[in-house]
Structure formats: structure tokens, C-alpha cells
């Protein structure tokens, strides 16, 4: 089916998500939302698997909400990860001259029968953060009717609790070492420390609840949403899990082919290569630099990104304390511009190796699984992914366990 945008429309609009061979299995979703709701539209969108389709979802279908109740009704192929996107004005971008705009969500994970939400749209999560950061808190959403998205329901929850302790601990220590800055290396490493446990606890129920679902695709689901908790050895573990019939199934294939990605540059993998532009227009291979017997801090940044050129100062200072004793750096502007990227390089002055990506945010950004900057990667002097994201107050962890504390 050609998949299209309905103009405000009807109570019951009806789709096909997919009209691919097989046996459909026909869904209904009906809905109840409570707030300032009334003559206000509702999107029916694909989720997708990878972060570029979760960013920019199909859209499906609308309609409009009337006595508070809409409804959709369609058919899957497989079970689909949609999602009820509410819209309290006629803004339908991410962002105007006022910021950043936030639609109230709510995933629904389906695989046919009907399916009641219920829910005060003042209170939902929104699309920005469950794009972000995969999780989503269904305490303000009641679904009933699915046993699939019960299951969904569960990770969800189960991650959103443990993920509340993590960011209460990040919360507190970024407030620290960025703000108050009243802050000394044993502080740092002790607080790491506890963040790195807490996060060890997101992991084993992570890993314990795609274990036991491992045959159906909440599991799955939940396995391609965290992928990029887990450590190679962790992932290639999980992907064995998965039963057959998953890993046939084409949502399967495809959190697969995902994961296996992830997995190339994720903590414990080797680097993986790709040639860049130095500031002649020469070009080089990244292993020309890694993997050459010394720890290197491969940074990500871009002369338009304001924490990444906060950040230079430091570098600067962790640099000039362990290059002595082998630590390097390695930056890679993701600038579309080569002009922008050599002014900054100028004004900066950091004395350390200094790349491009040509495309800009292209196929190492895919490769290297990030689509923010500043990120920062800690290779070893094997080549292997030391820790990903490791910048700030996390080099100056590593630096010191590895070299001894010199601040």
C-alpha cells in the first residue's frame, strides 16, 4: 500500500502498515485522552529500527480526536513498533524559533486484536526523549488488551526504574564537576565508579529480560533499542540467544544487521578503519594512527559544536600532562564545511593530529554508531575499543588508572 497522510479525518481512519504477502494479522488500537484535547490531531508512525527512522518516523496515518476518543485500525505482517504521537497546535516540525517541540508519545508495540489506551496527554513522555534515549515511562499511559506490548510494557518499565537511579547519579555528578567544579580526581573516579555499577544493574536486567524473551519480539526489541549498553562480547552473547525463528523473521533480520554494527565498535572491538582528510587534502587511513602501541583518544567534534570547543581547553591540559608518556589524540571534524573546520583549527591551536570526514555526518558517524558530538573513543594499544563515549571526567579516569595521577 502506498502508505499517506490522512487530513484530519475521520474517528476510525484505516491502514495497512505493510502489504506484503503472508498472513495479516488485522489490529485495532482505540484511544482516550484526557487534557485540552478536543479537535486535536493524532499521528499513527512507524517506529523503524534504526535511530535514523526513529528521528524522522513514516507517518501512517491521522486523525482527529473527538469526546476525547480516536481510533485506527490496520494490519501487520509481523509484530510493529508504532507510535501514537499527539499534536496540540498545527506545529509539525521538531523545532521553530521558539526551540525545540516536544510531542506527548506512546509506543505501542502490535501484533493484531485491539488495543485501549488510555492516558492525560499534559503528562506523557515525549518524542524527543524516547528517540534519545529509548526508554520510555508507561506510568502515565495505561494499554491494555496486548500481551506483546504488556511484555514491552515490562522491559520498558523495568529500564526506566533502574534508569532513573543512573541519571540521578549523573545528574548530581555533572552538576559537580561542570558547575561547582569543587572536585579532585578521587572524587571523580569514586563516582564513576558507582555510575558505572549502577549501570551494570541496567545491563544484567537488560540482559536477563531479552534472555527470557528471546522468542518473541519484545525481546528483540528490547535488544535493538540498547544495543549500545553492551560490550561486544555482551552483544555477540545476546544475538546467540535469539531463537531461529526471530532471527528469520524480518524484524529479526534487521535488529540483527543492526547489532552486528554496533558491535564492530563497541567496547572490546577493534577499531574499525576508514580514510579521512588532513588539512593538505592528503588522505589517511585511520589505522595509520591506532593500534600503534599507545592509548589514543579518537574525539569526534565540529568548529560549530560549542561542548566540543569548550571541551579543547581540556584536552589541551590532559595532552600536555600524558603525551609524555604516550597518550595521544586523534580529532575528526565532522564539518560539512573544510573551510569552517581549517578557521577553527587556527583559532584552537591543538597540537595533535587533526582529520575530516569529508561527508560530514556520514559513514563514519554510522560506522563509529553516534549522531551527537562530542564523542570521544579510547582506543588501546592493540587497536581494541578501550570505552566508548569516554570524555571529560571519564578520560580523566582511564588517564589516571593508566598512567597514575598527575592533576
Not at 23 to 30: M, P
Request: proline share 3%.
Amino acid at each position: 500500500m502506498k502508505n499517506r497522510l490522512l487530513a484530519a479525518a475521520a474517528l476510525g481512519a484505516a491502514l495497512l502498515v505493510s502489504a506484503c504477502g503472508g498472513n495479516r494479522e488485522k489490529f485495532q488500537i482505540d484511544g482516550h485522552f484526557t487534557g485540552d484535547v478536543e479537535g486535536k490531531t493524532v499521528y499513527l508512525t512507524l517506529a523503524g529500527i534504526d535511530p535514523e527512522s526513529r528521528w524522522h518516523p513514516e507517518v501512517l496515518d491521522s486523525t482527529v480526536i473527538r469526546d476525547g476518543q480516536f481510533s485506527f485500525s490496520g494490519s501487520v505482517d509481523e509484530p510493529t513498533l508504532l507510535i501514537l504521537k499527539y499534536f496540540a497546535d498545527e506545529r509539525r516540525g521538531d523545532s521553530d524559533e521558539r526551540g525545540l517541540i516536544m510531542h506527548p508519545v506512546v509506543p505501542l508495540l502490535i501484533d493484531g486484536g485491539t488495543i485501549r489506551v488510555e492516558a492525560a496527554v499534559d503528562s506523557l513522555p515525549s518524542d524527543f526523549l524516547f528517540y534519545a534515549y529509548g526508554n520510555y515511562d508507561y506510568r502515565h499511559a495505561e494499554v491494555t488488551g496486548s500481551k506483546l506490548n504488556s511484555l514491552y510494557q515490562e522491559y520498558q518499565q523495568g529500564y526506566a526504574r533502574l534508569n532513573e537511579v543512573t541519571s540521578d547519579i549523573t545528574r548530581q555528578f555533572n552538576q559537580r564537576y561542570y558547575y561547582d567544579k569543587d572536585v579532585d580526581i578521587d572524587y571523580i573516579v569514586a563516582e564513576l565508579d558507582k555510575l558505572d555499577a549502577a549501570k551494570a544493574d541496567e545491563r544484567a536486567f537488560l540482559s536477563d529480560f531479552i534472555t527470557r524473551n528471546r522468542d518473541n519480539a519484545a525481546g528483540v526489541m528490547a535488544l535493538s533499542e540498547t544495543a549500545d549498553k553492551f560490550s561486544k562480547a555482551e552483544l555477540d552473547g545476546l544475538l546467540g540467544t535469539l531463537s531461529k525463528k526471530m532471527k528469520a523473521s524480518p524484524m529479526g533480520r534487521a535488529v540483527v544487521d543492526r547489532v552486528t554494527v554496533i558491535s564492530k565498535t563497541a567496547g572490546g572491538a577493534h577499531f574499525a578503519d576508514a580514510t579521512l582528510v588532513d588539512v593538505a587534502g592528503e588522505h589517511h587511513p585511520l589505522s595509520e594512527y591506532l593500534g600503534k602501541g599507545n592509548y589514543t583518544l579518537l574525539e569526534f567534534w565540529a568548529s560549530w559544536c560549542g561542548p566540543c570547543r569548550s571541551s579543547i581547553p581540556h584536552l589541551k591540559d590532559v595532552y600536555g600532562l600524558y603525551h609524555p608518556q604516550g597518550f595521544d589524540i586523534v580529532s575528526v571534524s565532522m564539518d560539512n564545511s573544510l573551510d569552517a573546520w581549517k578557521k577553527a583549527l587556527d583559532e584552537e591551536q591543538m597540537p595533535w593530529t587533526q582529520l575530516a570526514c569529508e561527508d560530514g555526518f556520514g559513514q563514519v558517524a554510522r560506522l563509529y554508531n553516534f549522531n551527537g558530538i562530542p564523542y570521544c573513543v579510547l582506543i588501546g594499544p592493540d587497536g581494541e575499543v578501550v570505552e566508548t563515549n569516554c570524555r571529560d571526567a571519564r578520560l580523566d579516569r582511564q588517564l589516571v588508572k593508566l598512567y597514575g595521577n598527575k592533576f
